[in-house]
């Protein structure tokens, strides 16, 4: 005879039977529809990847006619800016040759022509020797280290901006303080330092001091950097009063720098120092 607790369990069953059927179903639908979904999803982003594709050959097809512009331009913009100017450009710190060729042939393509020199930072005092040859080129006696590094500075600034026999520069030379490479002759039409990430080198050492000693001699003078670092050194030529280029190794840089060795007066280029990217030139 059945019972009510047999009941009960044939109850129970019968409903953990429906529960169970009913999410088998649930699943079978979602899964279904979880399918559907996905495929959907699928082809919207093959349709966006497409897009996207599209969209990035059109630009570039854009940006390849905007360079094909740009180098037809900038001959023309710059040509004979520097028509038989001797450009220097000093760093005292290491310059790349690619970037040191970039310079050069942006002066050229503007007519000049280009030397650069390579100013090694404690200018050798810590030699015993380089230090009493340095010496030997001033009357004064008993000279301190920074007086020295002072008469070595203003003598450096003398050589590139006044007719000379290069004497003291060549001394420089043949000791390892300084480095001269290019075509370029002497004196200078004008100057461009070349700067470098402040966590690298430090443009007070060298840089300023020439700089207040060059600016005597009324000639343009630049700082440049390439457009791409951390630490910019530009504010720190900004400082002293001269133009700046903070974007030299593009086109627009380049064109900044011819025009400010020119003379043109300004701080150009894509940083947040920069008054403008371009030099505006009314008349030439």
Not at 36 to 45: A, F, K, N, R
């Amino acid at each position: 005879m059945f019972d009510f607790r047999y009941h009960l369990t044939t109850v129970v069953a019968i409903f953990l039977s429906l529960a169970l059927g009913i999410l088998l179903g649930s699943v079978i639908v979602d899964k279904g529809i979880i399918a559907e979904q996905q495929q959907v999803l699928i082809d919207s982003v093959k349709a966006d990847v497409r897009q996207v594709q599209d969209e990035n050959r059109s630009l570039k097809k854009e940006l390849d006619e905007t360079n094909q512009l740009q180098d037809g331009l900038f001959p023309l913009t710059v040509q004979e800016r520097l028509y038989q100017k001797n450009v220097v450009f000093i760093s005292s710190s290491p310059v790349s040759d690619n970037l040191r060729e970039l310079l050069f042939e942006s002066v050229a393509r503007a007519g000049g022509q280009s030397l650069y020199i390579r100013i090694y930072t404690g200018l050798g005092l810590n030699d015993a020797e380089t230090k009493s040859r340095l010496s030997s080129f001033f009357p004064e006696e008993n000279l301190s280290d920074d007086e020295l590094t002072s008469k070595v500075i203003e003598g450096i600034a003398v050589e590139l901006a006044t007719p000379s026999d290069r004497t003291f520069l060549k001394e420089l030379a043949d000791l390892g303080i300084l480095e001269i490479k290019g075509n370029g002759s002497l004196p200078a039409n004008g100057l461009a330092f070349v700067g470098a990430d402040l966590s690298k080198f430090n443009p007070e050492a060298i840089d300023l001091p020439l700089i207040k000693k060059l600016k005597e001699f009324d000639l343009p003078l630049v700082g440049v950097e390439i457009e791409k670092i951390s630490n910019s050194s530009i504010p720190i030529y900004q400082s002293v009063e001269i133009s700046t280029v903070d974007n030299v190794d593009t086109l627009p840089g380049q064109i900044s720098l011819v025009y400010a060795l020119r003379g043109v007066v300004g701080s150009f280029g894509t940083k947040s120092s920069a008054e403008k990217l371009l030099p505006i030139v009314i008349s030439e």
